[in-house]
Nanobody, 122 residues
Framework: VQLRAFGGGLVQPGGSLRLSCDPS????????IGWFRQAPGKQREGLSC????????YYTEAAKGRFTTSRDGAKSTVYLQMNNLKVEDTAIYYC????????????????WGQGTLVTVSS
């Protein structure tokens, strides 16, 4: 499974950004997709997971209330909509795929894509 996360960039505090993840050649019926991020000098943390087949979602405290993950089955694309962004959201954001994960726990994910940088700054 090859993954590509894209859509990062520079945004002002309070702004919004939508990231996309494109797990090429595989349909989302077989893959759960997780979003993670790693800020400078910090460990990577989980944000959300959208599960295969049912598309159920789970968010960690870091993502609840401001971030929403969704998927477009026709496009085989998963999104992370991020609203009311804060300076502390600055990080490299990754998507990852798993054939079994229900939660955004790193060890549950087998496939990782290159990250996309999100910078929140005025």
């Amino acid at each position: 499974v090859q993954l590509r996360a894209f859509g990062g960039g520079l945004v002002q505090p309070g702004g919004s950004l939508r990231l996309s993840c494109d797990p090429s050649r595989f349909t989302l019926d077989y893959l759960s997709i997780g979003w993670f991020r790693q800020a400078p000098g910090k460990q990577r943390e989980g944000l959300s997971c959208i599960t295969k087949q049912t598309g159920g979602t789970y968010y960690t405290e870091a993502a609840k209330g401001r971030f929403t993950t969704s998927r477009d089955g026709a496009k085989s694309t998963v999104y992370l909509q991020m609203n009311n962004l804060k300076v502390e959201d600055t990080a490299i954001y990754y998507c990852a795929a798993s054939n079994r994960a229900l939660l955004p726990i790193e060890e549950e994910f087998n496939y990782w894509g290159q990250g996309t940088l999100v910078t929140v700054s005025s």
